[in-house]
C-alpha cells in the first residue's frame, strides 16, 4: 500500500484526508464514500493527536503519535514506536475480548499511526462519568469480563513459556513508556522532584509526609523491582478510568500504549484505585441538589463486584483451560484439591498486588505530576484538598497494610471508615 | 576470518586442527606453534563436546554445541544457539568477576563454537573434589565473590530500567535451555514421568511421596513461576557442583549455557544445595581410615562461610554503588536509615529464595532424571539411599519451611539435625 511506503510525517487534518484516500482499508470503513467528510482533531490526552473522521456511509478514528509527548512538546522526546504496542496490544487483547476492545482496522508502522473504530456518542471517558455521577450497571461486569481474559490468556497459566519468552522479549521495547511509569508512579512521589504537585498549600505536609515514610518507601520499592521484573501477562499499562469508554451498555478499553508483560496486579490495581479516587473525590461534587450519597454506595458496590466476577470468571477461565497448554500449573501435577489451593494462592497473591498497585497510582494522583479529574474539577482548593487527604490517607493504609486485607468487602469497610 | 564464514559443521579431532589454523585468535593463543599439538575430546557432560588442545607454547578449550542432546542423540533436539548464550555470559560475568569465569578467546556464532581458556591440572570438578574428601580454603570466599559480583551488576541495583530491558529481550532467546530447566526441576519429579529414576526399590516409596505431598507442590508452583516470570538478574542457570573447577588457590565458573534474566535465588540455591548434598553423600563415602566427620564439619562450614561472605560482598556493592546508575533503590529515595532496612528486606528475600530453589534442586537429583555423582557414586544401593533420603527428608523441609528460617545458622543446624 502506498500510504505504508516513505517515512514518517506528521499528519493534520488536510494531509490526514490524502492518507485515508491511498489506504483501502481505511476508505473501505467509510464506505468508499466521501460525502460530507469531517475529521475533528479531540485528543485531550497528553501524548497523541486523535482525529474522528465521519462520512456518510462509515466512521473511524485514527490516532497518530509524534516522536515526542503532546503536551510539553519537542523537549521531551518519546519513541514514536509506542503506537507499534499499542497496535499490537489492541489486537492481542481483542483477540481475546472482543466486546471490550475497538477493532483495529488499519497500522502503520512507519506513521505510527492506528485507524480504529471511532466510540460514537452516547460514549465518553468513564472518568467524566464517574464525575457526573453517572451509575453503569454493566460496568462491573464488563470490565472483570476484560481484565480476567487479557490477563488470564497472556499469562503461564495459559501459554507455554516457549510462547510467553517470546512475548516478553517483544514486549521489552516499549521501554521508554516503561521507565516513563517507573518515574511518575513509583519515584517521583517519594522524592523532591520538579514534575510533582499538590493541592498547595493544604497537601503540602502531605506530599513532604509521603517522602519521609520509610514503610511506605519499602512497600514501593517491592512493588515497583515487581513492576520492572515480573512478566506475569501482558498488561495494559495505563488502566485507569480516563482508558475507558462507556455508555449504560458498552464498555469500551482504549489506549493500551504502555503495555507491557508485567504483573497483573498492576491492571487490577490501576482500576480499582481509580475508582477509589472517584468514590473519594464524590463530596466534591456534592451539591443542595445531589449528596451523591447513592452514588458513593454505588461506586462501592462497583468495586466489590468488580474484584468478586473478576476472581469469578479468571478462576473459571483457569479451571476450563487446566488441561490445555498453559505450562505454570501442569494439570498431571496439580489436579482435585491441590488444584483449588492452587488457585486459592495465586487469586490472594493477586489480590494483595493489585491492593498494593491501586494504592501506589492513588498516591501518584495526589503528589505526582498527573493528577485526576475527579479531583481537579472541584473548583474550592480547600474542598478538593480535603478529599484528596482522605483518598491519600486511605492509599497509605492500604500501601501499608494489604497483606492484612482477605476480602476486598473488607477494603470497602476500611474505605468507609476513613474519617473525614 | 575464513573460520566464521559457511555454515555450521560439527568438528572431529581432525578437522579441529583446520580450524584452529584458519582462526588468528585460537592459533595466537598456541603461540602460532602447532609443534607437540595435542587434542584431547574430554566433554563429559551430557550436552556438548569439549576438546582440549595443547602445543609447545600454549592451550586452549573448544567447545562445540551441537543441535541436540549429546548424551541422548539427535532424538532429542536442543539449539545450538545455547552456544551463544554460553558465549555472551561468559563474556558479561567474566566482565564483573574475570577471577572466577574463564576468559572466551573466540566465538563463531553459526560454528556454535567457542574458544576459551584450559583450566589446566590440578584444576579438577568441584564436585569430584567434593566426593574425594578434599578441602578448597578460598572456595567459599571465591564463590561469594562470583556470586555477588554477578548478580549484582547485571540486576537493577546496578543498570537502568533501559539496559535491563534490553538484556532480558536477548536472553528470552535461550527459552529451549530454559524449558529444560522448567522440565526437569520444577516438574518431572512432581508427576510420573518416564525420566524419572531413583535408588528403586529403596526410594519407590519417597519418591511416590514427592508427588503426593499437595504443600511441596505448591510450594514449587510458586518457585516455577518466579523462575519463568521473574528477570531479577542475568543467572548461570545450572550453578551446580560440576560448573564449578577448583585448585587450593584458583576457584573457575564454566558453562553457563542455561544462562537467562531470572531470580538471583536460582544460582544461590543451586550452588548451595548442591553443597548439600554433598554434606549428606558423605557418609556413604566413609570407610575405616576416614568418617569423614571433619570434612562434613567443612561442607557445613563452606555453606554458612559461602552465605554470609555472599551477604557481606552483595551488600558492599550495592552500598558502594548506591548513588549510580541503578533505578531500584534511587539514592534521593532510599537513604541512611531506610536504605539499611531496604538492604536488609531485599536480602531477607533472596535469603528465602536461595533456600527454595536449593531445596528445589536437590529434590530433583534424587528423583529427577539427572542424578549427581556424590550419590550414584556409592556403590552400594542401600546405603546411597539411606544418604539420598536423608538428604531429600531435609529438602522437603526446608522447602516448605524456609520461610521460618532467619539465618543461615539455623539452616545449618537443621542438617545436623535430620535423623538417621
Known amino acids: 500500500m502506498a500510504a505504508e511506503e516513505g517515512s514518517f510525517k506528521a499528519l493534520n487534518e488536510n494531509t490526514l484526508v490524502d492518507y485515508i484516500k491511498a489506504t483501502p482499508s481505511l476508505c473501505s470503513r467509510l464506505g468508499n464514500d466521501f460525502g460530507n467528510l469531517k475529521i475533528k482533531e479531540v485528543g485531550d ?13 462509515g466512521s473511524l478514528v485514527i490516532k497518530q ?12 522526546p ?89 512475548e516478553v522479549a517483544k514486549y521489552c521495547g516499549n521501554l521508554e513508556l516503561c521507565r516513563l511509569t517507573e518515574q511518575v508512579v513509583f519515584s517521583d512521589p517519594y522524592k523532591k522532584s520538579e514534575y510533582n504537585r499538590c493541592t498547595s498549600p493544604y497537601l503540602d505536609e502531605d506530599a513532604l509526609a509521603v517522602q519521609k515514610d520509610d514503610a511506605l518507601k519499602l512497600e514501593v520499592a517491592e512493588l515497583k523491582a515487581k513492576f520492572c521484573e515480573r512478566a506475569q501477562a501482558l ?5 485507569h478510568t480516563g482508558s475507558v469508554m462507556a455508555t449504560q451498555d458498552s464498555t469500551q478499553v482504549i489506549d493500551p500504549e504502555f503495555a507491557v508483560y508485567g504483573p497483573m496486579g498492576f491492571d487490577i490495581g490501576a ?12 463530596d466534591g461534587h456534592a451539591d443542595a441538589a445531589n449528596d451523591r450519597y447513592a452514588y458513593k454506595q454505588w461506586i462501592l458496590k462497583t468495586i466489590e463486584d468488580t474484584w468478586k466476577l473478576f476472581e469469578k470468571k479468571f478462576t473459571s477461565l483457569w479451571a476450563e483451560n487446566k488441561d490445555g497448554s498453559g505450562e505454570a500449573y501442569l494439570s498431571a501435577i496439580y489436579n482435585d484439591r491441590v488444584f483449588s489451593l492452587a488457585q486459592e494462592n495465586y ?74
Not at 503519535?65 to 510539553?72: D, G, H, M, S, V
Not at 482500576?271 to 464524590?282: C, D, E, R
Open 271 to 282: 482500576y480499582l484505585g481509580n475508582l477509589i479516587l472517584a468514590y473519594f473525590s464524590q
Open 45 to 57: 490526552g497528553n501524548l497523541n493527536f486523535v482525529y474522528i473522521v465521519t462520512t456518510d456511509s
Open 235 to 239: 498488561i495494559h499499562g495505563d488502566l
Open 347 to 420: 487469586v490472594k497473591d493477586l489480590f494483595h498486588d493489585s491492593l498494593g498497585f491501586g494504592a501506589a497510582k492513588m498516591i501518584r494522583r495526589i503528589v505526582g505530576v498527573a493528577h485526576v479529574e475527579d479531583f481537579e474539577s472541584i473548583q474550592d482548593a480547600k474542598i478538593r484538598a480535603g478529599c484528596e487527604r482522605r483518598a491519600l490517607e486511605f492509599a497509605k493504609k492500604l500501601l501499608k497494610e494489604r497483606r492484612g486485607f482477605q476480602t476486598i468487602d473488607a477494603v470497602i469497610v476500611a474505605i468507609q471508615e476513613v474519617p473525614f
Open 78 to 166: 518519546m519513541s514514536k514506536e509506542r503506537a507499534y504496542f499499542e497496535a499490537i496490544t489492541l489486537q492481542e487483547h481483542g483477540r481475546w475480548c472482543p466486546d471490550h476492545v475497538p477493532v483495529v482496522y488499519h497500522f502503520d508502522r512507519v506513521m505510527s499511526l492506528i485507524g480504529m473504530r471511532y466510540l460514537a456518542p452516547p460514549h465518553i471517558i468513564l472518568r467524566k462519568g464517574l464525575i457526573a455521577g453517572i451509575e453503569y450497571p454493566l460496568l462491573a461486569e464488563h470490565m472483570a469480563d476484560y481484565m480476567s481474559k487479557t490477563l488470564f490468556h497472556t499469562s503461564l497459566l495459559y501459554n507455554t513459556t516457549a510462547v510467553h519468552r517470546q
Open 65 to 76: 503519535a509524534l516522536p515526542y509527548i503532546r503536551c510539553i512538546g519537542e523537549s521531551w
